[in-house]
């Protein structure tokens, strides 16, 4: 059985988020509010979580497509090859914000993605994700939940959410009802910022 942790996005109540952020700490997987869809987390350095989340998606763990969502820029450098000024001028520019950049990876990424040459980078505009990963530390390795419905692609409500998620995870946060359209995708990899997908945020400010 799943913890369900309220947390108001207005105010992150830091118990609530301390909760969140023990359970990540002790390996366990986490669904929380982004500024997009809810997405489903991990503690970045804990093999087994990461383990679980490649399962859960059917997918194996180095091929995965996860995202590093991060508190701010500052801890870019871990995982991101040394970037220019125009790169780092449109990330500023950008986030946090519902994008999804794509950067070319450094030698220093967790094991199972050392052999990646690119890897997603996320802050998103969410003062709930943005608490947890600054009390965490560390980034998280994250993907969004998607539905198998065809017609509605992301669950926005977080009790269903709990519903169908329930055993599959360890703590699923109520932070209010999520959006329904994922992050734009840019690649930032090659000398030209690329879209590889839009959605929301808007791409006028590439």
């Known amino acids: 059985m799943a913890d369900f942790i309220k947390i108001y996005p207005e105010n ?3 118990k609530a988020v301390q909760k969140v952020v023990d359970v990540l700490k002790r390996g366990g997987l986490v669904i929380y ?3 997009t869809v809810y997405g489903l987390g991990c503690d970045i350095t804990k093999m087994k979580a990461l383990e679980r989340i490649a399962q859960i998606k ?3 763990l180095e091929k995965s497509n996860l995202s590093f969502i991060c508190e701010d820029l500052s801890n870019l450098s871990d995982y991101v090859k040394q ?4 790169t780092f001028k449109i990330l500023k ?3 946090p914000g519902p994008y999804t950049f794509i950067l070319p990876g450094s030698k220093n990424l967790p094991n199972p993605f ?3 040459k690119t890897v997603g980078i996320r802050v998103p505009d969410n003062p709930i994700t943005l608490a947890i990963v600054s009390a965490l530390g560390n980034p998280l390795v994250s993907t969004s939940i998607r539905d198998e419905d065809e017609i509605v692609e992301y669950t926005t409500d977080p009790e269903l959410i709990l519903e169908k998620w329930d055993k599959l995870v360890d703590v699923v946060v109520d932070g209010g009802y999520g959006g329904n359209e994922g992050s734009t995708i840019i ?5 030209q910022p690329v879209i590889v ?3 929301k945020g808007t791409i006028e400010i590439f």
Do not use: F, H, Q, Y
Request: glycine letters at 8%; proline letters at 11%; hydrophobic letters at 20%.
């Open 197 to 199: 997908r839009e959605g």
């Open 12 to 14: 992150p109540n830091p």
């Open 58 to 60: 059917g997918v194996k």
């Open 93 to 95: 520019r950008a986030l």
């Open 33 to 35: 509010p982004t500024d």
């Open 114 to 116: 050392k052999k990646r």
């Open 187 to 191: 690649d930032l990899s090659e000398d």
């Open 83 to 86: 970037i220019d000024n125009t």
